[in-house]
């Protein structure tokens, strides 16, 4: 299974959400391995820091796309290399789009499908899902809501209801190498975390 994690807009914590959802495959008992290949190379740095700390299990990072793929990818690209989105593209079974709650990225994700079409061919279109990413933390937001009505909108997207709240943990996981639900098992990020892999992964092994 190789699942794509990409939009035409930066900032909308992609990296992030990559590190987060390898390590909670990886709890599953998969086999990952994350492919890093946005310039920045942000994921590849919180790997060093997992390894450097001692934390175990070690997350697997490369930063080029193999030819051949085996156990559980996750892609991480950034739109500076458009050559490597559009290769990670043709190559995924499925695209995930993280959508923080503006306009702007909504119009960002329509840029996106399209180049999503341009790649692949008719009848070959992965599963391509969006979620709301750094939603506002209160829970009767405007802009969420708008945001998951475009979302809902844009073909072919699947809109996913779960999304991940704009929290502290989030920003301290990066940073200290460790998962959410390593950091707080019981708190509220790791259970957003938890109800979003089980919606991108559903029936998938």
Request: glycine share 4%.
């Amino acid at each position: 299974m190789l699942t794509l994690f990409a939009n035409f807009k930066g900032g909308t914590g992609k990296s992030t959400v990559v590190f987060n959802m390898a390590m909670w495959r990886i709890a599953q008992g998969q086999d990952v391995t994350v492919c890093d290949l946005d310039p920045q190379r942000t994921v590849s740095d919180v790997a060093e820091i997992r390894a450097e700390d001692g934390h175990e299990p070690v997350l697997k990072v490369v930063n080029e796309l193999p030819k051949k793929l085996e156990g559980d990818w996750l892609i991480d690209v950034g739109t500076s290399d458009m050559d490597a989105v559009r290769a990670a593209i043709r190559a995924c079974d499925q695209i995930v789009i993280p959508i923080t709650p503006s306009q702007a990225d909504i119009w960002a994700t329509q840029q996106f499908l399209e180049i999503i079409a341009e790649e692949c061919p008719k009848g070959k279109m992965p599963l391509v899902m969006a979620f709301i990413n750094r939603a506002d933390p209160h829970p009767r937001s405007r802009e969420n809501a708008e945001t998951l009505e475009a979302i809902e909108m844009l073909d072919p997207i699947k809109a996913l209801p779960e999304k991940l709240v704009q929290r502290l943990a989030f920003r301290r996981s990066f940073s200290e190498g460790l998962a959410v639900f390593e950091l707080e098992p019981s708190g509220k990020a790791a259970t957003e975390l938890e109800a979003l892999a089980k919606a991108i992964y559903r029936k998938r092994k």
